[in-house]
C-alpha cells in the first residue's frame, strides 16, 4: 500500500514539475504572434511615417523642379528617396508580408505595401536623374547658333527609359495592392498616384521610341537632309495643300543650317514615281498624283513624304532623308502669338497672327500677275519664317506650338529610315491615318479647279452621336462649308475654270470622308439631296468622296448617314487642315 501511495502522490506532483508538450508549444505560439503582431504594428507605422513625409515633401520638390533650382531639387529629392527606401524596406520584411494574407487587414497592409514600393521606385533614381537634367539643361539644349545639344539628349535617354520602366513596375505594385476593402482613407491616397502614373504612362512609353532615334534625326551619326515643304491651304489637299516652295535644311551633330530655297517652278517638269507607294494608291489616285500641285492628294503625310522626295530627286535636286511638311498657318503656330513680327519685305512688319493672311492672299494682290517675283517671296518668307523657328530653339512657346500644329495637320515629318518613321508615328507627328478607330471620323478636303479660293471656304461639323450607347444604333455628321471670298479678288486668285464669269468666286471641292470599315453608310446627301458618292477603301479605312460647289456668301452641306455597333459610330472629326480651323458642335442625339 504505501508503495502504490507514494505512486499516486508522486505522479501529479510530476505532472506539476514538467508541463504538457501541448502548453509549451502553445506559449511559443502566442510569443511569436505577439512578437509577429509586434513586428507588423513597428513596420506598419515606420512606413506610414515615411510614406507621410514622402507626401509632404512632393509639392516642394514639384515647385523646385517647375522653378528649375536643381540644387535644392536634388537634396530634397536624396532625402525623399531615403524615406521612400524606409517605408519599402519596412513593408518587405518577411512578418509583414506573411500579414498581408490576414482576411481584411492584409488588404490594407498589401495596399500600403504597394504604395511603398512604387515610392522607393520612382524616387530611388530621382538625385542623379536631376544632377544629369541640370548639367544638360545648364548647357542648353539649343545654343544660339541653332545646334540641339545631342550629347545632351543622348545622357536623358537612358534615364527616360529606365523610369518608364519603373512606371510600370510601380504601377504593377499599386494595381495589385487595389481591393474593395481597402478603407478611404489608404485608398484615397494611392488611387490619384496610380491614376496618375496610368495616364502618363502612354507618354513616357512614346517617349522611349522616340528618344533613341533623336539622335540620328540630329545628325549625330553623320550628315542628314532634310527638305521642309511649304505647303498651302489656300490650294487644299488632304495632307495641307500644294507644295508651293521649298527649303532645303543641313543638319549635322546638332548643328542645323539652311542651304536652299526654290519655288515649285523648279519642280513643274518632274514626276514622282508614283508606284512607290503601291498600286492601291495609284488606283486611287492615279498618275496625276505624281505631279508637284498633287503629291499631298492622299490621306497620309508618309506617302505625301515618299512622292515629294521621288519628286525633287526627279528633278535633280538632292535626296532628302527627311521631309517635313508645314503650312503658313503651321509656321503661325510655330512662332506662336508673342513671337517679334517678322520683317516680309513689302509688307512691313508682320504680326505672326497676320502671317496665313500675308502669305495666302496679301501676296496674291501685291503681286498681281509677276507669279515669278511671288513665288520667289514665298520662298524666301517661307524659309526666313521657318529660320526663326530653330533660332527660337526648343522653348515652351515652340514646343506647344509645334504640337498645336501637328495636332491640327499644318505640321508633319515623314523620315526615309523606317526605324525613325515609326518613332515620328508613334509621337503623333508623322500625320498619317494610321488603323481604322471606332468613334472616328477623318475629313479631307480637295480643291479641283485652279483657283486660290479654298483659302476663304471655313468647314463647321455637327456630329449627332447615336443615343443608345450599346448595340446597333444610327448616327450622321454634318460638314458645311462657308465661303466668305470678297467681292473682288485678284483673276489669278478666282476660279479659272468657270465658264461663266459669275462663277469665278465659286469653290469646288472633293470631300474626303475616311471612317472604319465596320461602320455602315446608309446615305450621303448635298443640301438635302441625296447624291452617288465614290465608295473605296484606303489604308483599311473606308474613303467616301463627293465633289461639291461652294458659291460666294453661301454655304453647301454634305451630310452622312452612319449605322452600326454604337461604339463604333463617329463622336469626333479629325481635319481638314483648311486656313480656317473647322469647328465642331455635337448635336441632339440619333435615335
Known amino acids: 500500500m504505501s508503495g502504490n501511495a507514494e505512486q499516486h502522490l508522486t505522479e501529479p ?10 502548453r509549451i508549444v502553445l506559449g511559443v505560439l502566442l510569443l511569436l504572434l505577439l512578437a509577429w503582431a509586434a513586428a ?28 528649375e533650382d536643381w540644387t535644392a531639387a536634388r537634396d530634397r529629392a536624396t532625402r525623399v528617396a531615403d524615406e521612400a527606401a524606409a517605408a519599402d524596406r519596412a513593408t518587405s520584411q518577411l512578418p509583414f508580408r506573411w500579414a498581408t494574407h490576414l482576411p481584411w487587414a492584409g488588404a490594407q497592409l498589401k495596399a500600403v505595401a504597394g504604395g511603398a514600393h512604387a515610392a522607393a521606385l520612382l524616387t530611388e533614381p530621382l538625385p542623379n536623374a536631376l544632377g ?45 495592392g487595389e481591393s474593395p476593402e481597402v478603407l478611404s482613407v489608404i485608398s484615397s491616397r494611392l488611387d490619384p498616384v496610380t491614376a496618375q502614373l496610368d495616364q502618363v504612362s502612354g507618354p513616357l512609353g512614346t517617349a522611349t521610341q522616340v ?42 551633330g546638332g548643328r542645323i543650317s539652311l542651304t536652299r530655297t526654290g519655288t515649285d517652278n523648279d519642280l513643274y517638269a518632274a514626276r514622282a514615281d508614283v508606284g512607290l507607294v503601291g498600286q492601291d494608291y495609284l488606283a486611287l489616285y492615279g498618275q496625276d498624283a505624281a505631279r508637284v500641285q498633287n503629291v499631298t492628294l492622299g490621306g497620309s503625310a508618309d506617302e505625301a513624304g515618299v512622292l515629294t522626295s521621288s519628286l525633287v530627286t526627279v528633278a535633280g535636286l538632292p535626296t532628302p532623308d527627311v521631309v517635313v511638311f508645314v503650312d503658313p498657318v503651321g509656321l503661325g503656330q510655330l512662332l506662336g502669338t508673342e513671337h517679334p513680327p517678322l520683317q516680309l519685305g513689302p509688307f512691313g512688319n508682320v504680326a505672326t497672327a497676320d502671317l496665313a493672311r500675308t502669305l495666302m492672299f496679301d501676296a496674291y494682290v501685291r503681286f498681281g500677275t509677276d507669279q ?29 506650338g509645334a504640337r498645336e500644329a501637328v495636332d491640327t495637320g499644318h505640321l508633319a515629318v515623314w523620315s526615309s529610315r523606317p526605324e525613325e518613321q515609326s518613332a515620328l508615328v508613334a ?63 485678284p483673276s489669278y486668285v478666282s476660279n479659272a475654270a468657270a465658264p461663266r464669269a ?24 448635298v443640301d438635302g439631296q441625296p447624291v452617288a458618292a465614290a465608295v473605296d477603301s484606303e489604308e483599311g479605312w473606308r474613303l467616301v468622296r463627293v465633289t461639291v460647289s461652294v458659291r460666294p456668301g453661301t454655304s453647301t452641306t454634305v451630310d452622312w448617314r452612319f449605322t452600326g455597333a454604337a461604339g463604333a459610330l463617329p463622336r469626333t472629326v479629325e481635319g481638314p487642315t483648311t486656313a480656317t480651323a473647322p469647328t465642331v458642335t455635337t448635336g441632339s442625339c440619333t435615335p
Open 13 to 22: 506532483a510530476r505532472a506539476r514539475r514538467r508541463p504538457p508538450v501541448l
Open 40 to 67: 507588423v504594428a513597428v513596420a506598419s507605422v515606420q512606413a506610414g511615417r515615411a510614406l507621410q513625409r514622402v507626401a509632404a515633401e512632393a509639392p516642394r520638390l514639384e515647385g523646385e523642379v517647375r522653378a
Open 211 to 252: 528618344l533613341p532615334q533623336l539622335p540620328a534625326l540630329l545628325g549625330a551619326q553623320g550628315p542628314r537632309t532634310y527638305l521642309v515643304a511649304f505647303t498651302n491651304p489656300a490650294e487644299i489637299r488632304p495632307v495641307q495643300g500644294i507644295v508651293g516652295a521649298y527649303a532645303y535644311l543641313s543638319v549635322e
Open 132 to 176: 544629369v537634367v541640370d548639367g544638360v539643361l545648364g548647357q542648353g539644349l539649343v545654343s544660339a547658333d541653332r545646334t540641339v545639344n545631342v550629347a545632351g539628349i543622348q545622357q536623358l535617354t537612358p534615364i527616360v527609359l529606365d523610369y518608364q520602366a519603373r512606371i510600370e513596375e510601380a504601377r504593377t505594385a499599386l494595381h495589385d
Open 502 to 525: 459669275a462663277d469665278r468666286r465659286t469653290a469646288v471641292e472633293t470631300v474626303s470622308l475616311w471612317v472604319a470599315p465596320w461602320v455602315g453608310l446608309d446615305q450621303v446627301t
Open 372 to 400: 515669278d517675283a511671288r513665288k520667289a517671296f514665298l520662298a524666301v518668307t517661307s524659309a526666313a519664317a521657318f529660320e526663326a523657328v530653330l533660332s527660337d530653339g526648343l522653348s515652351t512657346a515652340a514646343l506647344d
Open 427 to 489: 509621337a503623333g507627328v508623322a500625320g498619317v491615318l494610321g488603323p481604322p478607330r471606332d468613334a472616328v471620323a477623318r475629313v479631307g478636303l480637295t480643291g479641283v479647279v485652279p483657283s486660290k479660293l479654298d483659302y476663304w471656304v471655313a468647314p463647321t461639323f455637327t456630329v449627332s452621336p447615336p443615343c443608345s450607347g450599346a448595340g446597333t444604333a444610327t448616327s450622321s455628321l454634318s460638314l458645311s462649308l462657308a465661303n466668305s471670298v470678297p467681292a473682288a479678288v
